[in-house]
Protein backbone atom coordinates (compact mmCIF):
# COMPACT_ATOMS: atom_id res chain seq x y z
CA UNK A 1 0.00 0.00 0.00
CA UNK A 2 1.32 3.44 -1.24
CA UNK A 3 2.13 6.47 1.67
CA UNK A 4 -1.15 8.50 2.55
CA UNK A 5 -0.04 11.64 1.51
CA UNK A 6 -2.37 14.42 3.02
CA UNK A 7 -2.30 17.91 1.77
CA UNK A 8 -3.42 20.76 4.48
CA UNK A 9 -5.82 23.04 3.27
CA UNK A 10 -5.96 26.74 4.29
CA UNK A 11 -8.57 27.67 6.67
CA UNK A 12 -11.08 28.79 4.00
CA UNK A 13 -13.04 31.71 6.12
CA UNK A 14 -11.88 34.67 7.91
CA UNK A 15 -12.99 33.63 11.17
CA UNK A 16 -11.43 30.39 10.43
CA UNK A 17 -8.07 32.35 9.73
CA UNK A 18 -8.40 34.30 12.12
CA UNK A 19 -9.17 31.64 15.23
CA UNK A 20 -6.43 29.49 13.60
CA UNK A 21 -3.88 32.69 14.04
CA UNK A 22 -4.64 33.09 17.78
CA UNK A 23 -3.96 29.21 18.40
CA UNK A 24 -0.85 29.21 16.96
CA UNK A 25 1.10 32.76 17.45
CA UNK A 26 -1.72 34.85 19.57
CA UNK A 27 0.74 36.61 21.61
CA UNK A 28 2.81 37.84 18.17
CA UNK A 29 2.03 41.28 17.18
CA UNK A 30 0.00 41.66 14.30
CA UNK A 31 -0.49 45.53 13.81
CA UNK A 32 1.60 48.61 14.38
CA UNK A 33 0.63 51.94 14.29
CA UNK A 34 2.83 55.35 15.11
CA UNK A 35 1.01 55.23 18.58
CA UNK A 36 -0.34 51.76 19.01
CA UNK A 37 -0.58 48.15 18.59
CA UNK A 38 -2.38 44.91 18.28
CA UNK A 39 -1.63 41.43 19.04
CA UNK A 40 -3.64 38.53 17.45
CA UNK A 41 -4.92 37.84 20.53
CA UNK A 42 -6.21 41.43 21.03
CA UNK A 43 -7.38 41.50 17.71
CA UNK A 44 -9.78 38.39 18.04
CA UNK A 45 -10.85 39.40 21.57
CA UNK A 46 -11.77 43.62 20.28
CA UNK A 47 -13.47 41.76 17.00
CA UNK A 48 -15.34 39.47 19.39
CA UNK A 49 -16.63 42.55 21.16
CA UNK A 50 -18.11 44.50 18.04
CA UNK A 51 -19.23 41.36 16.42
CA UNK A 52 -21.55 40.20 19.74
CA UNK A 53 -22.55 44.13 19.35
CA UNK A 54 -23.62 43.75 15.30
CA UNK A 55 -25.48 40.66 15.49
CA UNK A 56 -27.39 42.18 18.85
CA UNK A 57 -28.07 45.57 16.63
CA UNK A 58 -29.71 42.98 13.54
CA UNK A 59 -26.66 42.72 11.67
CA UNK A 60 -26.62 39.59 9.73
CA UNK A 61 -25.06 37.59 6.69
CA UNK A 62 -25.13 39.66 3.80
CA UNK A 63 -25.52 43.01 5.46
CA UNK A 64 -22.92 45.20 3.69
CA UNK A 65 -21.35 46.97 6.39
CA UNK A 66 -19.37 50.57 5.37
CA UNK A 67 -16.01 50.98 7.13
CA UNK A 68 -14.58 54.77 6.99
CA UNK A 69 -11.55 54.66 9.17
CA UNK A 70 -8.01 55.26 8.82
CA UNK A 71 -5.22 52.67 8.61
CA UNK A 72 -4.61 50.97 12.42
CA UNK A 73 -6.11 48.97 14.37
CA UNK A 74 -9.38 50.37 14.60
CA UNK A 75 -9.93 49.14 11.27
CA UNK A 76 -8.92 46.19 11.55
CA UNK A 77 -10.78 45.29 14.49
CA UNK A 78 -14.35 46.26 13.10
CA UNK A 79 -13.09 44.43 9.27
CA UNK A 80 -12.41 41.15 11.46
CA UNK A 81 -15.82 41.96 13.61
CA UNK A 82 -17.63 41.97 10.05
CA UNK A 83 -16.42 39.26 8.39
CA UNK A 84 -16.54 36.85 11.85
CA UNK A 85 -20.39 37.36 11.27
CA UNK A 86 -20.62 36.45 7.66
CA UNK A 87 -21.80 40.36 6.90
CA UNK A 88 -20.26 42.22 3.86
CA UNK A 89 -17.25 44.31 4.63
CA UNK A 90 -17.33 47.73 2.59
CA UNK A 91 -14.08 49.76 3.29
CA UNK A 92 -14.60 53.26 2.44
CA UNK A 93 -12.19 55.50 1.18
CA UNK A 94 -11.33 58.58 3.09
CA UNK A 95 -9.96 60.35 0.38
CA UNK A 96 -13.82 60.14 -0.60
CA UNK A 97 -15.15 64.11 -0.87
CA UNK A 98 -18.99 64.19 0.18
CA UNK A 99 -20.07 63.69 -3.21
CA UNK A 100 -18.02 60.42 -3.92
CA UNK A 101 -18.73 59.21 -0.75
CA UNK A 102 -22.82 59.65 -1.53
CA UNK A 103 -22.52 58.26 -4.57
CA UNK A 104 -20.75 54.74 -3.12
CA UNK A 105 -22.90 54.72 -0.18
CA UNK A 106 -25.76 54.35 -2.60
CA UNK A 107 -24.21 52.06 -5.18
CA UNK A 108 -22.85 49.37 -2.57
CA UNK A 109 -26.49 49.39 -1.10
CA UNK A 110 -24.90 50.03 2.74
CA UNK A 111 -27.42 48.76 5.48
CA UNK A 112 -25.11 50.54 8.19
CA UNK A 113 -21.77 52.43 8.10
CA UNK A 114 -19.29 52.12 10.64
CA UNK A 115 -16.94 55.19 12.27
CA UNK A 116 -14.84 57.18 14.23
CA UNK A 117 -16.00 60.72 15.16
CA UNK A 118 -12.92 61.69 13.41
CA UNK A 119 -10.73 60.44 10.65
CA UNK A 120 -7.36 61.88 10.23
CA UNK A 121 -8.26 65.77 9.66
CA UNK A 122 -12.37 64.89 9.05
CA UNK A 123 -14.95 65.71 11.04
CA UNK A 124 -17.13 62.38 9.85
CA UNK A 125 -20.26 63.45 10.73
CA UNK A 126 -20.01 66.84 9.09
CA UNK A 127 -18.57 64.97 6.13
CA UNK A 128 -21.61 62.54 5.96
CA UNK A 129 -24.16 65.56 6.33
CA UNK A 130 -22.49 67.37 3.51
CA UNK A 131 -23.02 63.99 1.45
CA UNK A 132 -26.34 63.04 2.68
CA UNK A 133 -27.99 66.43 3.66
CA UNK A 134 -31.32 64.36 4.68
CA UNK A 135 -29.39 63.52 7.77
CA UNK A 136 -29.41 66.80 9.75
CA UNK A 137 -32.91 67.06 10.04
CA UNK A 138 -33.25 63.51 10.93
CA UNK A 139 -34.59 62.59 14.34
CA UNK A 140 -33.68 59.34 15.09
CA UNK A 141 -30.36 56.89 14.73
CA UNK A 142 -33.01 54.82 12.75
CA UNK A 143 -32.43 55.99 9.53
CA UNK A 144 -34.49 56.81 6.09
CA UNK A 145 -32.51 58.62 3.44
CA UNK A 146 -33.41 58.18 -0.12
CA UNK A 147 -30.33 58.92 -1.52
CA UNK A 148 -29.19 55.80 0.36
CA UNK A 149 -31.91 54.09 0.75
CA UNK A 150 -30.72 50.98 2.37
CA UNK A 151 -28.99 53.00 5.06
CA UNK A 152 -30.46 52.52 8.34
CA UNK A 153 -27.84 53.11 10.65
CA UNK A 154 -24.81 55.07 11.27
CA UNK A 155 -22.68 54.42 14.07
CA UNK A 156 -19.92 55.96 15.65
CA UNK A 157 -17.31 54.71 18.01
CA UNK A 158 -17.22 58.24 19.69
CA UNK A 159 -19.60 61.01 20.86
CA UNK A 160 -20.94 63.59 17.57
CA UNK A 161 -23.61 65.36 19.04
CA UNK A 162 -25.97 64.11 16.41
CA UNK A 163 -29.68 62.88 16.80
CA UNK A 164 -29.51 60.66 13.53
CA UNK A 165 -25.69 58.95 15.35
CA UNK A 166 -25.89 55.96 17.25
CA UNK A 167 -22.95 54.78 19.32
CA UNK A 168 -21.49 51.57 19.53
CA UNK A 169 -22.08 49.87 23.47
CA UNK A 170 -19.55 47.32 23.82
CA UNK A 171 -21.81 46.25 26.66
CA UNK A 172 -24.47 45.18 24.43
CA UNK A 173 -24.31 41.68 22.57
CA UNK A 174 -25.19 38.24 21.99
CA UNK A 175 -23.97 35.74 24.12
CA UNK A 176 -20.60 34.31 23.13
CA UNK A 177 -22.56 30.93 22.14
CA UNK A 178 -24.13 33.16 19.72
CA UNK A 179 -21.25 34.31 18.10
CA UNK A 180 -19.66 30.95 17.84
CA UNK A 181 -22.83 29.40 15.74
CA UNK A 182 -22.65 32.07 13.39
CA UNK A 183 -19.19 31.90 12.50
CA UNK A 184 -19.87 27.86 12.09
CA UNK A 185 -22.29 29.14 9.21
CA UNK A 186 -19.86 31.60 7.61
CA UNK A 187 -19.11 29.54 4.49
CA UNK A 188 -16.00 29.59 1.47
CA UNK A 189 -18.55 30.41 -0.45
CA UNK A 190 -19.77 33.50 1.15
CA UNK A 191 -19.33 37.61 0.06
CA UNK A 192 -16.22 38.61 2.73
CA UNK A 193 -15.88 42.00 1.29
CA UNK A 194 -16.50 44.88 -1.46
CA UNK A 195 -13.88 47.33 -2.80
CA UNK A 196 -14.56 49.88 -4.94
CA UNK A 197 -12.51 50.67 -8.08
CA UNK A 198 -12.63 53.07 -10.76
CA UNK A 199 -14.08 51.34 -14.05
CA UNK A 200 -14.75 52.29 -17.75
CA UNK A 201 -17.60 53.93 -16.68
CA UNK A 202 -18.49 57.20 -14.49
CA UNK A 203 -19.52 55.45 -11.33
CA UNK A 204 -17.07 53.23 -9.11
CA UNK A 205 -17.15 50.05 -9.65
CA UNK A 206 -17.73 47.40 -6.58
CA UNK A 207 -15.42 44.08 -6.97
CA UNK A 208 -17.30 41.64 -4.90
CA UNK A 209 -14.58 38.63 -3.03
CA UNK A 210 -15.57 35.63 -1.05
CA UNK A 211 -13.89 34.39 2.31
CA UNK A 212 -13.02 31.52 0.13
CA UNK A 213 -10.81 33.70 -2.55
CA UNK A 214 -9.58 36.08 0.11
CA UNK A 215 -7.98 33.12 2.13
CA UNK A 216 -6.75 31.21 -1.26
CA UNK A 217 -5.23 34.28 -2.91
CA UNK A 218 -3.21 34.79 0.69
CA UNK A 219 -2.07 32.20 1.62
CA UNK A 220 1.07 32.32 -0.21
CA UNK A 221 1.70 36.03 1.25
CA UNK A 222 4.14 35.76 4.13
CA UNK A 223 6.30 33.53 2.30
CA UNK A 224 6.44 35.68 -0.89
CA UNK A 225 6.94 38.68 1.11
CA UNK A 226 10.03 36.83 3.11
CA UNK A 227 11.36 35.83 0.12
CA UNK A 228 11.22 39.21 -1.53
CA UNK A 229 12.80 40.75 1.23
CA UNK A 230 15.25 38.28 1.29
CA UNK A 231 14.33 37.77 5.49
CA UNK A 232 14.69 34.20 7.09
CA UNK A 233 13.47 36.22 10.57
CA UNK A 234 10.44 37.38 11.69
CA UNK A 235 8.82 39.54 8.90
CA UNK A 236 8.28 42.95 9.55
CA UNK A 237 6.81 44.98 6.69
CA UNK A 238 5.71 48.73 6.30
CA UNK A 239 2.63 48.72 4.52
CA UNK A 240 2.29 51.59 2.30
CA UNK A 241 -1.00 50.97 1.45
CA UNK A 242 -4.83 52.00 2.74
CA UNK A 243 -6.78 49.02 3.83
CA UNK A 244 -9.43 50.23 2.04
CA UNK A 245 -7.76 49.30 -1.45
CA UNK A 246 -6.96 45.54 -2.19
CA UNK A 247 -3.40 45.85 -1.86
CA UNK A 248 -4.26 47.23 1.75
CA UNK A 249 -6.33 44.35 2.61
CA UNK A 250 -3.93 41.81 0.80
CA UNK A 251 -1.64 41.87 3.51
CA UNK A 252 -4.08 42.40 6.36
CA UNK A 253 -5.53 39.20 5.16
CA UNK A 254 -1.61 37.50 4.12
CA UNK A 255 -0.85 38.22 7.93
CA UNK A 256 -3.47 35.97 9.62
CA UNK A 257 -1.97 32.85 7.82
CA UNK A 258 1.60 33.32 9.00
CA UNK A 259 2.98 35.97 11.61
CA UNK A 260 3.66 39.09 10.16
CA UNK A 261 3.73 42.63 11.71
CA UNK A 262 2.33 44.92 9.29
CA UNK A 263 3.66 48.50 10.37
CA UNK A 264 0.62 51.07 9.16
CA UNK A 265 0.29 54.79 8.70
CA UNK A 266 -3.02 56.54 9.30
CA UNK A 267 -1.84 58.90 6.14
CA UNK A 268 1.05 58.22 4.06
CA UNK A 269 3.52 60.84 4.39
CA UNK A 270 7.18 59.97 4.11
CA UNK A 271 8.66 61.66 7.35
CA UNK A 272 6.49 59.71 9.11
CA UNK A 273 6.87 56.21 7.46
CA UNK A 274 10.86 56.82 7.29
CA UNK A 275 10.68 57.11 11.67
CA UNK A 276 7.99 54.20 11.78
CA UNK A 277 10.10 52.22 9.73
CA UNK A 278 13.54 52.78 11.72
CA UNK A 279 12.04 52.17 15.12
CA UNK A 280 10.34 49.30 14.39
CA UNK A 281 13.15 47.89 12.30
CA UNK A 282 11.47 47.08 9.41
CA UNK A 283 12.23 43.83 7.01
CA UNK A 284 10.52 45.18 3.74
CA UNK A 285 7.69 47.77 2.37
CA UNK A 286 4.99 46.73 0.24
CA UNK A 287 3.74 50.13 -1.90
CA UNK A 288 3.44 51.86 -4.99
CA UNK A 289 6.79 52.74 -6.79
CA UNK A 290 5.89 56.20 -6.16
CA UNK A 291 6.06 56.26 -2.23
CA UNK A 292 9.08 54.07 -1.85
CA UNK A 293 10.68 56.78 -4.35
CA UNK A 294 9.85 59.46 -2.39
CA UNK A 295 11.29 57.52 0.81
CA UNK A 296 14.87 57.56 -1.13
CA UNK A 297 14.25 61.27 -1.98
CA UNK A 298 13.18 62.36 2.23
CA UNK A 299 16.21 64.67 3.29
CA UNK A 300 16.88 62.30 5.94
CA UNK A 301 17.03 58.55 4.33
CA UNK A 302 20.91 58.56 3.91
CA UNK A 303 21.28 59.25 8.04
CA UNK A 304 18.39 56.80 8.45
CA UNK A 305 19.27 53.25 10.03
CA UNK A 306 17.65 50.93 7.46
CA UNK A 307 19.96 47.99 7.97
CA UNK A 308 16.99 45.94 8.92
CA UNK A 309 15.35 46.44 5.67
CA UNK A 310 18.55 46.62 3.19
CA UNK A 311 15.92 46.22 -0.14
CA UNK A 312 14.66 49.92 1.13
CA UNK A 313 17.82 51.28 0.23
CA UNK A 314 19.05 48.96 -2.68
CA UNK A 315 16.40 47.57 -4.16
CA UNK A 316 13.72 48.10 -6.66
CA UNK A 317 11.27 50.22 -6.13
CA UNK A 318 8.14 47.63 -6.53
CA UNK A 319 8.87 44.83 -4.09
CA UNK A 320 5.54 43.15 -6.07
CA UNK A 321 7.32 43.22 -9.66
CA UNK A 322 11.10 42.17 -9.29
CA UNK A 323 12.77 39.09 -7.57
CA UNK A 324 9.79 37.40 -7.25
CA UNK A 325 10.52 33.73 -6.49
CA UNK A 326 9.46 30.56 -8.71
CA UNK A 327 6.08 29.52 -6.96
CA UNK A 328 5.09 33.14 -6.53
CA UNK A 329 3.87 34.90 -9.24
CA UNK A 330 2.81 38.42 -8.58
CA UNK A 331 1.12 40.47 -11.08
CA UNK A 332 0.41 44.04 -10.41
CA UNK A 333 -1.86 44.34 -7.57
CA UNK A 334 -5.50 43.76 -8.99
CA UNK A 335 -8.85 44.68 -7.14
CA UNK A 336 -10.59 41.52 -9.43
CA UNK A 337 -7.70 38.91 -8.42
CA UNK A 338 -7.30 40.06 -4.66
CA UNK A 339 -3.97 41.09 -5.35
CA UNK A 340 -2.09 38.29 -6.59
CA UNK A 341 -3.18 34.90 -8.87
CA UNK A 342 -2.54 32.38 -6.57
CA UNK A 343 -5.14 29.63 -7.42
CA UNK A 344 -5.76 31.74 -10.84
CA UNK A 345 -5.32 30.41 -14.45
CA UNK A 346 -4.30 32.83 -16.58
CA UNK A 347 -3.93 32.96 -20.62
CA UNK A 348 -2.02 36.37 -22.59
CA UNK A 349 -3.84 36.68 -25.71
CA UNK A 350 -3.75 38.84 -28.85
CA UNK A 351 -6.34 40.98 -29.85
CA UNK A 352 -8.31 38.47 -31.81
CA UNK A 353 -7.82 36.04 -28.70
CA UNK A 354 -5.39 33.42 -29.60
CA UNK A 355 -2.96 32.63 -26.81
CA UNK A 356 0.58 34.30 -27.86
CA UNK A 357 4.36 33.05 -27.26
CA UNK A 358 6.27 34.03 -24.32
CA UNK A 359 7.99 37.31 -24.97
CA UNK A 360 4.77 38.60 -26.97
CA UNK A 361 2.40 41.04 -25.42
CA UNK A 362 -1.29 40.22 -24.88
CA UNK A 363 -4.60 41.12 -22.96
CA UNK A 364 -4.18 38.99 -19.11
CA UNK A 365 -6.97 36.56 -19.24
CA UNK A 366 -7.90 35.63 -15.56
CA UNK A 367 -10.10 32.73 -14.27
CA UNK A 368 -10.68 30.34 -10.99
CA UNK A 369 -11.30 30.57 -7.43
CA UNK A 370 -8.88 33.27 -6.94
CA UNK A 371 -11.01 35.65 -9.41
CA UNK A 372 -13.21 37.68 -7.69
CA UNK A 373 -17.41 36.49 -7.75
CA UNK A 374 -18.32 39.32 -10.18
CA UNK A 375 -19.00 42.87 -10.01
CA UNK A 376 -21.78 44.67 -7.86
CA UNK A 377 -25.53 44.87 -9.82
CA UNK A 378 -23.57 43.41 -12.84
CA UNK A 379 -25.03 40.12 -14.10
CA UNK A 380 -21.88 37.64 -14.32
CA UNK A 381 -22.34 37.38 -18.41
CA UNK A 382 -21.49 41.08 -18.24
CA UNK A 383 -18.48 40.06 -16.64
CA UNK A 384 -17.00 37.06 -17.46
CA UNK A 385 -16.77 35.44 -21.04
CA UNK A 386 -18.63 32.26 -22.37
CA UNK A 387 -15.57 30.37 -20.97
CA UNK A 388 -15.27 31.96 -17.76
CA UNK A 389 -12.33 34.18 -18.62
CA UNK A 390 -12.44 37.41 -17.13
CA UNK A 391 -10.40 40.00 -19.49
CA UNK A 392 -8.52 42.01 -17.55
CA UNK A 393 -7.87 45.36 -19.76
CA UNK A 394 -4.03 44.85 -18.77
CA UNK A 395 -1.31 44.26 -21.69
CA UNK A 396 1.35 42.04 -20.11
CA UNK A 397 3.63 39.62 -21.55
CA UNK A 398 5.73 36.56 -19.89
CA UNK A 399 9.13 34.99 -20.26
CA UNK A 400 10.11 31.52 -20.98
CA UNK A 401 10.73 29.76 -17.70
CA UNK A 402 9.88 32.68 -15.58
CA UNK A 403 5.72 32.29 -13.37
CA UNK A 404 5.96 36.55 -13.44
CA UNK A 405 3.93 38.37 -16.02
CA UNK A 406 5.12 41.81 -16.50
CA UNK A 407 2.91 44.54 -17.05
CA UNK A 408 3.13 47.09 -20.17
CA UNK A 409 -0.18 48.74 -19.92
CA UNK A 410 -4.13 49.50 -20.35
CA UNK A 411 -6.20 48.28 -23.39
CA UNK A 412 -8.69 50.83 -22.49
CA UNK A 413 -8.64 53.84 -21.34
CA UNK A 414 -8.25 53.48 -17.42
CA UNK A 415 -5.11 55.60 -16.31
CA UNK A 416 -3.13 54.19 -13.69
CA UNK A 417 -1.67 57.41 -11.43
CA UNK A 418 0.51 55.98 -8.65
CA UNK A 419 -0.55 52.28 -8.68
CA UNK A 420 -4.96 53.38 -8.60
CA UNK A 421 -7.19 53.40 -11.50
CA UNK A 422 -8.95 56.61 -12.53
CA UNK A 423 -11.91 56.47 -15.03
CA UNK A 424 -11.50 58.88 -17.33
CA UNK A 425 -15.32 59.35 -17.74
CA UNK A 426 -15.31 60.49 -14.23
CA UNK A 427 -13.26 63.02 -14.30
CA UNK A 428 -14.76 64.28 -17.46
CA UNK A 429 -18.08 64.29 -16.32
CA UNK A 430 -17.17 66.66 -13.42
CA UNK A 431 -14.95 68.57 -15.36
CA UNK A 432 -17.44 68.73 -18.11
CA UNK A 433 -20.25 69.96 -15.46
CA UNK A 434 -18.90 73.41 -15.42
CA UNK A 435 -20.52 76.04 -17.51
CA UNK A 436 -17.18 77.76 -18.91
CA UNK A 437 -16.24 74.11 -20.46
CA UNK A 438 -17.64 72.95 -23.79
CA UNK A 439 -15.57 70.23 -23.66
CA UNK A 440 -13.16 67.86 -21.83
CA UNK A 441 -11.43 64.69 -22.64
CA UNK A 442 -8.97 63.45 -19.68
CA UNK A 443 -6.17 61.13 -21.06
CA UNK A 444 -2.68 59.54 -19.14
CA UNK A 445 0.51 61.03 -19.61
CA UNK A 446 3.64 59.08 -18.72
CA UNK A 447 5.30 60.14 -15.31
CA UNK A 448 8.11 58.17 -13.88
CA UNK A 449 7.11 58.73 -10.66
CA UNK A 450 3.49 58.22 -10.41
CA UNK A 451 3.34 55.84 -13.65
CA UNK A 452 0.85 57.93 -15.35
CA UNK A 453 -0.54 61.73 -14.36
CA UNK A 454 -4.32 62.77 -14.92
CA UNK A 455 -4.07 65.49 -17.87
CA UNK A 456 -7.42 67.48 -19.01
CA UNK A 457 -8.02 68.65 -21.97
CA UNK A 458 -10.30 71.20 -21.95
CA UNK A 459 -11.88 73.64 -25.32
CA UNK A 460 -13.43 76.46 -23.22
CA UNK A 461 -17.27 77.73 -23.53
CA UNK A 462 -16.52 81.24 -22.37
CA UNK A 463 -13.64 83.01 -20.27
CA UNK A 464 -12.48 80.41 -17.65
CA UNK A 465 -10.33 80.56 -15.11
CA UNK A 466 -8.21 77.14 -14.63
CA UNK A 467 -7.21 77.74 -10.63
CA UNK A 468 -11.07 78.06 -10.22
CA UNK A 469 -11.68 74.18 -12.37
CA UNK A 470 -9.03 72.75 -10.34
CA UNK A 471 -10.36 73.89 -7.03
CA UNK A 472 -13.98 72.73 -7.99
CA UNK A 473 -12.81 68.86 -9.74
CA UNK A 474 -10.89 68.76 -5.78
CA UNK A 475 -13.86 69.48 -3.68
CA UNK A 476 -16.08 66.67 -6.35
CA UNK A 477 -13.15 64.16 -6.41
CA UNK A 478 -10.36 62.70 -4.28
CA UNK A 479 -7.05 63.91 -4.65
CA UNK A 480 -5.77 61.25 -6.76
CA UNK A 481 -8.14 61.61 -9.76
CA UNK A 482 -7.80 65.09 -9.72
CA UNK A 483 -5.78 65.99 -12.90
CA UNK A 484 -2.36 67.63 -12.38
CA UNK A 485 -1.68 68.71 -15.86
CA UNK A 486 -4.54 71.14 -17.74
CA UNK A 487 -4.27 71.80 -21.40
CA UNK A 488 -6.94 74.82 -23.01
CA UNK A 489 -7.58 74.17 -26.87
CA UNK A 490 -9.95 74.71 -29.17
CA UNK A 491 -11.99 71.90 -30.79
CA UNK A 492 -10.36 71.77 -34.36
CA UNK A 493 -7.09 70.68 -32.21
CA UNK A 494 -8.53 67.82 -30.68
CA UNK A 495 -8.26 64.63 -33.45
CA UNK A 496 -11.06 62.68 -34.09
CA UNK A 497 -11.54 58.87 -35.55
CA UNK A 498 -13.01 58.34 -38.15
CA UNK A 499 -16.53 57.54 -35.93
CA UNK A 500 -16.63 60.91 -34.81
CA UNK A 501 -15.23 59.61 -31.21
CA UNK A 502 -11.90 61.55 -29.64
CA UNK A 503 -8.85 60.07 -30.74
CA UNK A 504 -7.36 59.80 -27.22
CA UNK A 505 -4.05 58.04 -28.38
CA UNK A 506 -3.34 60.84 -30.82
CA UNK A 507 -4.46 63.48 -28.38
CA UNK A 508 -2.14 62.02 -25.57
CA UNK A 509 1.32 62.06 -28.56
CA UNK A 510 0.52 65.66 -28.99
CA UNK A 511 0.75 66.57 -25.42
CA UNK A 512 3.80 64.47 -25.14
CA UNK A 513 5.80 65.96 -28.04
CA UNK A 514 4.44 69.62 -27.04
CA UNK A 515 2.41 70.41 -30.04
CA UNK A 516 -0.24 70.96 -27.02
CA UNK A 517 0.91 73.16 -23.96
CA UNK A 518 -0.13 71.66 -20.52
CA UNK A 519 0.29 73.56 -17.61
CA UNK A 520 0.42 72.74 -13.54
CA UNK A 521 -2.24 74.56 -11.11
CA UNK A 522 -1.34 72.81 -8.37
CA UNK A 523 -3.24 69.76 -7.83
CA UNK A 524 -2.45 67.53 -5.26
CA UNK A 525 0.26 65.21 -6.47
CA UNK A 526 -0.23 62.38 -3.94
Known sequence: MGEDVRVTQPPLTLPALLHRSVREFGQATYVVTPTDSLTYNEAEQ???RAARWLLHAGVGKGTRVGLFFANGADWIVWWLAVSRIGAVAVPLSTLYPPAELAKVLRLADIGMLVAPPHVLNIDVADRLEAALPELAAAQSDVLAVSAAPYLRRVVFTGDTGRLWAGRCDDDAGVPDSILSAVEAEVSPADLAVMIHTSGSTADPKGVLHTHGTLARQTSTWPSAIRAIAHSD?????????????????LAATGALHEPVTIVVLPKLDAETALDLAERERITGIVGWPAFTQRLREHPTFGSRDLSSAPMLREGPLDIAMTDVPDGFPVHRTMTETAGGFAFTEMSIVDDDGRPVPPGATGQLLVRGVGVMAGYNKRERSDTFDADGWY?????????DDDPRVFYVGRTTDLIKAAGANVSPLEVEAVVGDLAEV?????????DPQRGEEVCAVIVPATEIDLRSVAEYTRAQLSAYKVPTRWVLTTSDRVPTLPSGKFDRKALRQLIIDGSLTSTRVGATRG
Not at 237 to 246: E, G, H, Q, S, T
Not at 391 to 399: A, L
Open 438 to 446: AQCIVVGID
Open 233 to 249: TEARILCAMPFFWIGGL
Open 391 to 399: HTGDRVYRR
Open 46 to 48: RSA
